[in-house]
């Protein structure tokens, strides 16, 4: 209600008679609940400050929404006024750090680093690691490992240092050429390398399928004397699997299981998604009811794989497991399903898929939106794709210059027929499905 004052003194004065009292715990929920829109979190920040109600947590929250919206300016102002009231700045200086790699200005991210000093604090190791890990996770890689071995000095070069670096290349950009000189790196500066470095380097090399690497590096990793984790079963699994060696990846699962590992659903995704994307869905099937019998529930990742290699008519048979193990189907689940008929150029399959995503509950959103035209257009089907982008803005969403000119373009059916489907898909229509499947179903309305 205060939103819709012309001053915040109206909108403050309101606050005040409207009877409600404030408190530490009404500041900062109200603060959460308005963390989309900065500036009523802001009002609702200083009312709780006008009335005592503010305290670090609350400031810490305000650093964080601020960053969100990029209103770091108002954000350092917060964390003077705390250095001022002789209250702890660190969570929010290290929040500070989070929010500008987030918003990719990692200079200003090493900056608010680098003056932590300014404000009672000492940039320690902890703070320094913290540093590396967020500008990695945020694909600012190179800046970290320079910022690293700049800093040797202050900070000497640690497995710990380069193994966040390397999860960077391993995880974040899988670059196997990157990870392999980070690794001579740590030789060259007498840095053994761990467990966890052995681990990362197994998981770059599965996910590119390098077969022969992964291996080679599970047996020098036993013979240093570090015990593999689930992690490293599951990187082998997978590129087992993926690379045609379906019987060793079922004799690692019972390796697991002798070493007293406990196979979770991710160890079975990793085997069920290479088998999907290789059509060898009776082998994916087997191991999902393997899985269910251990009493390891699949997840929304388990039945993505499955969309991925079925069929049109076995779709929604998937899409009800899912919505029986209360799993979705979500908005991802239909962003997968809409780009995969595209990509198979089957732009009828895509229409009827969108159709039914009200079924499902599933309100569509500007990526579902934007999917759809840019492939119904590409698909040669124009009339339909100007339809969908007419409801598109209907619905509030913002012209899309790129979307526009595309629609502009003269663009050749691929197919005549497919100038037909234009009429064929109505909003309401019941879509049909193939019979036989191996879950029966009445109907797939809910």
């Known amino acids: 209600m205060a939103a819709h004052f012309p001053s915040e003194a109206e909108a403050m004065a309101s606050l005040d008679e409207s009877g409600i009292r404030a408190n530490q715990n009404l500041v900062y929920s109200v603060i959460w609940e308005l ?24 400031c810490e ?12 300016n108002t954000a350092w102002i917060l964390i003077r006024d705390l250095h001022r009231s002789l209250m702890s700045t660190r969570k929010a200086m290290l929040i500070m750090i989070d929010r500008y790699a987030a ?45 690293m071995l700049v800093n040797k000095k202050f900070f000497p070069l640690e497995v710990e240092g ?75 699994v997978y590129v087992l699997t993926r690379e045609n060696c379906f019987k060793e990846a079922l004799k690692i699962l019972d390796k697991m299981k002798e070493t007293g590992l406990q196979r979770d659903s ?4 990793s085997m069920i998604r290479p088998l999907c994307e290789a059509k060898k869905l009776e082998d994916a099937r087997s191991l999902m009811a393997a899985m269910i019998e251990e009493n390891v529930s699949p997840t929304i ?28 189907p979500t908005e991802d689940t239909f962003l997968l399903l809409l780009a995969k008929f595209f990509k198979l150029e089957q732009p009828e399959n895509a229409l009827k898929i969108w159709v039914e995503m009200k079924q499902y509950e599933v309100a569509s959103n500007l990526t ?58 109505k909003r309401n229509q019941h879509v049909s499905h193939k019979k036989g499947s191996m879950v029966g179903r009445k109907s797939h309305r809910h």
């Not at 991710?266 to 995704?269: L, S, V």
């Not at 982008?389 to 526009?404: L, V």
């Not at 003269?410 to 005549?416: E, G, S, T």
């Open 368 to 425: 579902h939106y934007t999917v759809m035209v840019e492939g119904l257009a590409r698909c040669g089907l124009l009339t339909k794709a100007r339809e969908y982008y007419a409801e598109m803005r209907s619905n509030g969403y913002s012209d899309d210059p790129k979307i526009q000119k595309m629609l502009k373009m003269p663009v050749q059916d691929k197919n005549d027929k497919r100038k037909k489907l234009g009429g064929q898909f």
């Open 301 to 328: 990742e388990t039945y993505h794989a499955f969309l991925e290699g079925i069929v049109f008519e076995e779709t929604f048979e998937v899409l009800d497991r899912m919505k029986i193990a209360g799993l979705g």
């Open 103 to 147: 918003a990719n200005v990692p200079g200003k991210a090493i900056y608010a680093f680098r003056i932590m000093d300014k404000f009672r604090m000492t940039p320690d190791e902890e703070a320094f690691y913290f540093l590396l890990n967020v500008l990695c996770k945020n694909g600012n890689i190179e800046e970290a490992e320079e910022f």
């Open 266 to 269: 991710a160890t079975y995704n």
């Open 35 to 58: 963390r989309e829109e900065w500036r009523l979190a802001f009002l609702a920040f200083k009312w709780g400050d006008k009335w005592g109600c503010v305290d670090e947590k609350a």
């Open 162 to 236: 380069f193994n966040i670096i390397l999860n960077g290349w391993c995880n974040i950009c899988v670059d196997v050429f990157e990870a392999k000189r980070i690794w001579r790196e740590m030789s060259k500066y007498c840095i053994d390398p761990d467990a966890t470095t052995y681990t990362l380097m197994i998981s770059c090399f599965s996910k590119v399928g390098n077969l022969f690497d992964s291996l080679r590096l599970y047996d020098g990793m036993k013979k240093r004397g570090w015990v593999p984790g689930i992690e490293v079963y599951n990187s082998l």
């Open 61 to 72: 929250l305000m650093v964080w929404v601020l960053g969100n919206h990029r209103k770091f």
